[in-house]
Structures are given as C-alpha cells and as structure tokens.
C-alpha cells in the first residue's frame, strides 16, 4: 500500500500546470477559453467583449480544436475562419495570449496555462468576433506584382513550351521567401502597419524580393519603382517583429533589408537571366527580357 501511495504522490508532483487544471467528470482536463465577440458588419456600433468557454482539452489539441468544440457544443454564433488544419493555407491567424499565430498550429499545452485568450488580428479591420478583412493586405500584395513578368513566361503554342535552367544557387536566393502563405500574422506585428495604412507591409516587401530574385523574371524596374516611396521600403524601421511571428520560418525582415541594398546600389542588381531551353535543338538559348 504504501509504494501505491509514493507513486500516486509522484505521478501528481510530475503533472504539468495543464493537467493539474480543473477536470470535468470524464477525467479530461479543463481550459477556460476567453474569445473576443464583435458584429462590426450588423452592428457598427457594437462593444467588443470576451466570452468564456470551459473546453476538455487533450496534450495534442490545439486552440483551433478547442474553439470549433466551442462553437459546435456551446455556442455555434462564434465567427471563425479556417480551412486546411495543417498550417498551409493560414485562414486561421488570430492573436493568442497576445502573440499571433496559426491556431491550427498551436497546442495548448505548449502554451502552459489554463487560461487561452484567443483575439482577431492587430492591423486589420473587424468583421465578426476573430474574422477580420484582408481586403488591404491583398492590395498591397498585388501591388509589387506577385509574379514572373518576362517576356517568354507565357507561350500560346502548346508546342513550344519549354522552361528555364535555374541552378540551386539561383533557386536558394528567392526559396525561403517562396514559402510565405500569406496568413497576415506578419503584417499584424508590424507596429509601422498599424501607423500607417499607405505602407505595404512586410509580406509585401518580401514577396517584392523574391520576385526581384528571381532569375526568371526580367522586370526589376517597374516593382522597385512601387515600393521607392514616402510611404514604401523606407517607412520599415526593422522592429524584426514580422520575422519572429512567422510561422513557415520565413524572414521578411531580411528581405527587406536586401531590398534595401539594392536600392541604395549597395549590391549588384544586376542578375543573369535564366537561360531558356530550346526545344528545337535541346540547347538553352539567353532568356529574353520585356
């Protein structure tokens, strides 16, 4: 009896600050989840608020786990927006315990507490409860270009397709920055978004590099023209803070800065073109600009 007894005493001394929660009569551990509640679209005039869910957790659930129990069991009005549950499309960025993340990506016992306070996204407008509009965010992605502008990117003759020679070099100048799943969190941390609405954002400037890096893409001139002003590249004061949040491991941060040399002429901005493979011959032939 008595080593029956150690071992329970040393089963609950090892239980961490989450399995020492409240648990409801099945066993399960218990958090409180407090979600932020706002109808800006029906009610304009309407007060932001928490309500709090009591929400039977497991070490694997994560927070977007917890608020679709919420909002299947106890409150089905909870506005949510989430799609792929594997951190791949980012429909699901909210702000949680005051950081931005995927809640798809975040468990909630790696989060340490009992408590999880799940928020819309800083920098953006509301539309209900954690869906806010990210009608300005896409604007500004739009904005630089996303995309190869060359000359022979687009081939109407079927029989003529063919593609680029890009070396791993080539491709690990732009690669990182290819990864962006334009979920926003970055753009919610920036604190020069939230100052100003002309500035495009880190996402943006980032997308704009990988772009310009690209050896594919023969128009350098027209996307750093859009980004060179008042309100563009310059308006980043490299708080680092977008590259901290996100969560595919990219580094917008850095993206800017060498943004940034090319701008100055502190770098050459002068990049090889890929070489175009012709078909007729089985050669490559000097990729042709706009």
Known sequence: MNIFKKDKRKEIKNETP???SNTSTSGQSLVKLRVFRINAVQNPNDVPHFDEFQVPVKRWTTVLDALLDAKSYQDSSIGIRYSCRMASCGSCGMKINGIPRLACYTKISDLD???ITCEPLPNFPYIRDLVTDFSQFFDHHRSVMPF???KKADIPNVNELTEYEQTPQD???FLQFSYCIKCGLCYSACPTV???LKFPGPQAL???YRYLADSRDSDKSKRLKVIDTS???WRCHFAGSCSHVCPKGVDPALGIQLLRSHLLGLSNSEKKLAKLHDRSTNSYREGEGE
């Open 18 to 20: 989450l399995e020492r």
């Open 113 to 115: 507490t009992n408590t």
């Open 148 to 150: 190869v502008k060359n």
């Open 171 to 173: 491709l690990d100048k």
């Open 194 to 196: 939230a100052t100003d």
């Open 206 to 208: 980032s997308q704009a």
């Open 231 to 233: 309100h563009g590249i």
